[in-house]
Structure formats: C-alpha cells, structure tokens
C-alpha cells in the first residue's frame, strides 16, 4: 500500500477527503491542500477515473530530509527508474516549496533530471529524454524546509480536464471547483436531491457537472491519463479497462433535472455544445434568458451559481431592468434576491462570490458560509434559504 496524495484547491479538503474514501473504500486523511489516501495501483486508477474534486493523483516514489540538490539528486538516484519507463520514453520535473531554502527551484528540477538520466543510463544503456509538453513521466517534486518528496503525477493532464471543454467563455469556473460547490451543498444527482439550476451559466460548467452526476457518469470517462504509459500499470490494463467498462455501464438516465441558462446567447450557445460532448445534452436545458427576470423552471430546487462579478455586471451591458450600461454589483444582487423573494419561495440558493458583502448587498441571511478559493481568488460559497412570503433581512 501507498500513501497517495491528491491535491486539491484550498478549502475542499474535507469534501475530497470524503470522496477519496468512498472511492477507496477506506478512510482517508485531509490534510492542507489536499487529501492522502492508502492504496494500491487499482485505488490510483480508480481516483483518477472517479475523483471530481482532486486536482491529480499523485504515487511518491522517494522521500528524505535534503539540504541541498545534491541531496535531492541522491535521493532521485535511489529510485530504480527502469521500472517506471523504457530510455524511449520523456520525462518532466515540475517543482513546488514551502519554506525551502533552495536558491532556485529551477536546478533542483534538473539535478532530479540528470538522476533520472545518469540512473537509467547506468541501468538501462540508454538516457530518456525531456518533453515539456507531454511527458511519459511527469515527475512533482515538493520541497519543504527540510524534508523533500518526490511523486510520479499519475494523472498527466490535470483532473478538472475532463475532456468534454470545447468553448471556454469569459470567466469558466474550473470542473473540480463546480464540483465541490454540488459536493459542499450535499447534491448528489439523487432524486431526492431534487431540481438543480444555474441561471448564469457561463459555459455551463456548474449545469454539466451536476448533469454528469444525475446520470451517474464518471468524471474521468472521457480521458487519458499517464499511468497508461507506465511499465508499473501495464500488468493492470486489462483491469483500468474493465473499470473503464464497468464506469460506462454504470450510467443511467438522469434522476433529476439539471436548468441552466445565460443573458448571452453566446455563452448558452457554448455551454451547449459543452453538454454535448460531455454526453449530458439530454439531462440539461439550457435558455438564454436574463437571471432578474427568469421565472423558475421547477416548483422547488437549488440554485447553484458563481454570479458575475467586477465593476460593472448584468446583462450584457444593454440594461437589464433598466440598468444602463450593465448594473453595479449592489444594484444587480438586490435586483436579484428581490427577484428571488418574489418568485423562487421554497428554493435554497448557493452562490459563489468573491463579494463578501454579498448578504448585505441581497439583503439576506446566509445560512452557511463556506470559504472556497477560485483558483488566486479567495471566494465564499454562500447558501441562502428562500423562505415562501417573508425574509430574514440581514
Ligand atoms: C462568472 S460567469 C459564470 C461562469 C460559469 N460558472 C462557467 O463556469 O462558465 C457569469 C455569467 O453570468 C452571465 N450573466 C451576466 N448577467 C446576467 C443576467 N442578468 N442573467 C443571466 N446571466 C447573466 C454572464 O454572461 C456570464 O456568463
């Protein structure tokens, strides 16, 4: 058993940590930006077919305190690298620190390189070569104060690349963050989930998540991963391909409806043909229709949103209810939330801000505050109980 590592955006390690253990089968520790989880070469491939919220899977191959790189190239030189790729293979060393006292990360990523080199060279007869853009062999190296770990990143690509994105849009949430929003409100795609809708859907990223959800599609169906080129998984491919196989099978007729919908026809338009590739087109329905204005598309449901945000939002600039030249932030929430009060009783709302005044700005209590970074950006995911009548001022 390997103690694997996911990384994962700063505020959804409970939420992975949950994940990775039913995925496992067994519990899984959170720690700070990301979750480990013991397993073996079944556990890795299935992480990485079923994980929604892990950024990569990542197998540590060597570990040690170092001071140096020449520390560092004696702890790479440890590793038996012909078992991992042939001299015809490519390899790539990415490295990250904390605290290092490293002068530069750059030299530490190329002394673990010439290990790699001067151990296959030695072993092998022959030297793999560097490819930067897609490597057999993508190495991470993490270098604390002390103590430095080296990973094969088993992933390649990362996970929030699910494989469906055609168009992109302005501001696309990233695949992994719309999915712990669905996972921090506890929606699952089950029926008694109920409705789920994104009335700005951007690219539809929210919408297609939650869709892939209520068919029960697997995030990693539609990829490939670089464990498939490695000597250590290939007595395990007729296993990857029966999981593969099996995660196909497992898919169903979506349980509930997922709505979505953009004042831009541009960006429905896009999400879309997103909802296509990722094979959800019949579980969604998209409408370009303006947020302030759109009724319901369900009796009861949640609402699941990153609304837009910076100086000047709302429709497209033209004047949604008669904002000229788009609304502000405060003009656009409180056009929203009145919106809200008067047609939407019954539904809870999560949205995604950066705006940390947005209760105040909707008038409304939040009834959970969950921090969640989007990507640089320090966000809450706020959840807002749209109670029939009356509402709770803030
Ligand atoms: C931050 S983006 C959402 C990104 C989306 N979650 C994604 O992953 O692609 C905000 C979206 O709100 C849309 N929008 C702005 N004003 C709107 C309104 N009044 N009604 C509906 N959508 C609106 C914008 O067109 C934009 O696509």
């Known amino acids: 058993m390997t103690a694997i590592f996911l990384p994962c955006a700063g505020g959804t390690e409970a939420l992975l940590a949950d994940e990775a253990a039913r995925i496992a089968g067994h519990a899984a520790d959170a720690g700070r930006g990301g979750v480990w989880v013991e397993g073996d070469e079944r556990t890795a491939m299935a992480l990485n077919l079923e994980s929604r919220l892990a950024q990569r899977v990542l197998w540590p191959i060597a570990e040690g305190p170092y001071r140096d790189e020449h520390d560092l190239y004696d702890l790479a030189l440890r590793v038996r690298w012909d078992e991992w790729i042939t001299p015809q293979q490519t390899l790539r060393v990415d490295t990250s620190a904390v605290r290092s006292p490293l002068k530069s990360l750059n030299f530490a990523a190329l002394r673990i390189k010439d290990a790699v080199c001067d151990a296959m060279r030695e072993s092998a007869g022959a030297r793999p070569s560097v490819d930067t853009h897609r490597p057999d062999l993508p190495l991470a190296l993490f270098v604390g104060p002390e103590h430095a770990t080296l990973y094969v990143d088993l992933s390649g690509e990362a996970l929030f690349k699910r494989g469906w994105r055609d168009a992109q849009g302005e501001a696309p949430l990233k695949e992994t963050l719309a999915a712990a929003m669905?996972?921090?409100?506890?929606?699952?795609?089950?029926?008694?989930?109920?409705?789920?809708?994104?009335?700005?859907?951007?690219?539809?990223?929210?919408?297609?998540?939650?869709?892939?959800?209520?068919?029960?599609?697997?995030?990693?169906?539609?990829?490939?991963?670089?464990?498939?080129?490695?000597?250590?998984?290939?007595?395990h491919m007729a296993a990857w391909r029966e999981m593969q196989a099996a995660a196909k099978a497992r898919a169903h007729a979506a349980r509930v409806p997922v709505f979505a919908g953009d004042?831009?026809?541009?960006?429905?338009?896009?999400?879309?043909?997103?909802?296509?590739?990722?094979?959800?087109?019949g579980a969604l329905e998209f409408k370009t229709a303006d947020a302030l204005q759109r009724l319901p598309p369900a009796e009861r449901g949640t609402l699941m949103l990153n609304p837009p945000y910076g100086e000047r939002v709302g429709a497209k600039g033209q004047g949604s209810q008669g904002f000229e030249g788009g609304a502000t932030p405060a003009e656009f929430f409180s056009a929203?939330?009145?919106?809200?009060?008067?047609?939407?009783?019954?539904?809870?709302?999560w949205v995604l801000s950066p705006e940390m005044r947005l209760p105040s700005l909707m008038r409304l209590k939040e009834s959970r505050r969950v921090p969640l970074w989007n990507g640089p950006i320090e966000c809450r995911l706020f959840r807002f109980d749209m109670v029939a009548g009356s509402n709770k001022e803030a």
Request: proline share 5%; net charge positive; charged share 20%.
């Open 182 to 235: 669905l996972a921090a409100a506890g929606w699952q795609g089950r029926e008694e989930d109920g409705p789920l809708f994104d009335p700005c859907c951007g690219a539809g990223t929210i919408a297609i998540e939650a869709a892939q959800l209520a068919r029960g599609i697997a995030a990693g169906g539609q990829r490939r991963f670089t464990f498939e080129r490695l000597l250590p998984f290939k007595p």
């Open 263 to 281: 004042v831009s026809f541009r960006m429905t338009d896009f999400a879309t043909r997103n909802a296509e590739r990722a094979g959800v087109a």
């Open 336 to 349: 929203l939330a009145a919106h809200w009060k008067h047609h939407y009783a019954g539904w809870s709302a």
